[in-house]
């Protein structure tokens, strides 16, 4: 497939995608978001890939929603097209998605990091949600995604005054897992897929799955859920693999990586 506003990389065996509108700071597009989409469903359904990648350039991960394509919408337009619905299959993927964000994640770029498993930020990445200061508000999940990551006082903050927040503040805030430094982030990214590539595939969708749970679960419902996923896996070959190879003292060989 001839995608024209993203690249597409396969690195062992994580699906790499890099955002690829340089002269737009990465704008997020409709194009964009279905190529984007697209990429990710062919990765996710292909046995080879374990994990996938998405990054933007060194100056930006994307600087939010395609202001100048948004422009011009009025409140039926936009609404009756609902144009921001695509944007949310991004994050029902099985296979575990990193975001490796250097430079701008503004708006649009921000909530895409976020609608990722894992973020990984090169020590220039700077994160903001800066609608307000376009006469809007956050629309693919800003106000509720970074409120779940750094607390409702800080995302209060960014979101009513679109202050950004850089790579060391991220990392503090809990919005990132890590920062590394901006030469290493894409190799750093997909080290971190192949990691997960070397487990049991089906284990780690059970263990995205479960994460994922407790932001839609009450605790008890969440706890109860994940007690019953964690029996489930000894009913996997996997699962018996992985005791006894500890218990042998040697490293596991998953029959479903
Ligand atoms: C369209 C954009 C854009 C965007 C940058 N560009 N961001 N085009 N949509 N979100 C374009 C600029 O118009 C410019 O095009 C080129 O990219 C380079 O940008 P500059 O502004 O010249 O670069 P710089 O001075 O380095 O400033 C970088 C920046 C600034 C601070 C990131 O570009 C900026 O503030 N961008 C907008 C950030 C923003 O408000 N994002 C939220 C969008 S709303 P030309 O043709 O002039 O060279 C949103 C809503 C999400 O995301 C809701 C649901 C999805």
């Known amino acids: 497939m001839a995608y024209e506003t993203i690249l597409v990389e396969r690195r062992g065996r994580v699906g790499l995608v890099t955002l690829n509108r340089p002269k737009a700071l990465n704008a997020l597009n409709a194009q964009l978001i279905r190529e984007l989409e697209e990429?990710?469903?062919?990765?996710?359904?292909?046995?080879?890939?374990?994990?996938?990648?998405?990054?933007?350039?060194e100056k930006a991960f994307?600087?939010?929603?395609?202001?100048?394509?948004m422009m011009e919408k009025d409140f039926a337009q936009a609404f009756s097209s609902d144009f921001i619905a695509p944007w949310a299959k991004i994050a029902q993927h099985r296979k575990p998605?990193?975001?490796?964000?250097?430079?701008?994640?503004l708006g649009g770029g921000c909530e895409l990091a976020m609608m990722c498993d894992i973020i990984l930020a090169a020590d220039n990445a700077k994160f903001g949600q800066p609608e307000i200061n376009l006469g809007t508000i956050p629309g693919a999940g800003g106000t509720q995604r970074l409120t779940r990551a750094i607390g409702k006082s800080k995302a209060m903050e960014m979101v009513l005054t679109g202050r950004m927040m850089d790579a060391a503040e991220a990392e503090r805030s809990g919005l990132v897992a890590r920062v590394v430094p901006?030469?290493?982030?894409?190799d750093e990214a997909v080290r971190l897929g192949e990691t997960i590539a070397s487990k049991s595939q089906p284990i780690v969708a059970m263990a995205k799955?479960?994460?994922?749970?407790?932001?839609?679960?009450?605790?008890a419902e969440g706890l109860k859920l994940e007690r019953r996923v964690f029996y489930s896996t000894f009913a996997t070959?996997?699962?018996?693999?992985g005791m006894t190879a500890f218990a042998e003292k040697r490293s596991p060989n998953f029959t479903h990586r």
């Open 62 to 69: 994307a600087a939010g929603a395609d202001i100048k394509e």
């Open 237 to 241: 070959a996997d699962r018996r693999e």
């Open 182 to 186: 901006l030469a290493d982030l894409v």
């Open 39 to 57: 990429a990710l469903s062919d990765f996710d359904r292909d046995s080879e890939i374990a994990a996938m990648v998405i990054t933007g350039s």
């Open 209 to 219: 799955d479960m994460v994922n749970a407790a932001y839609e679960m009450t605790l």
């Open 97 to 105: 998605v990193i975001a490796a964000v250097a430079g701008y994640a």
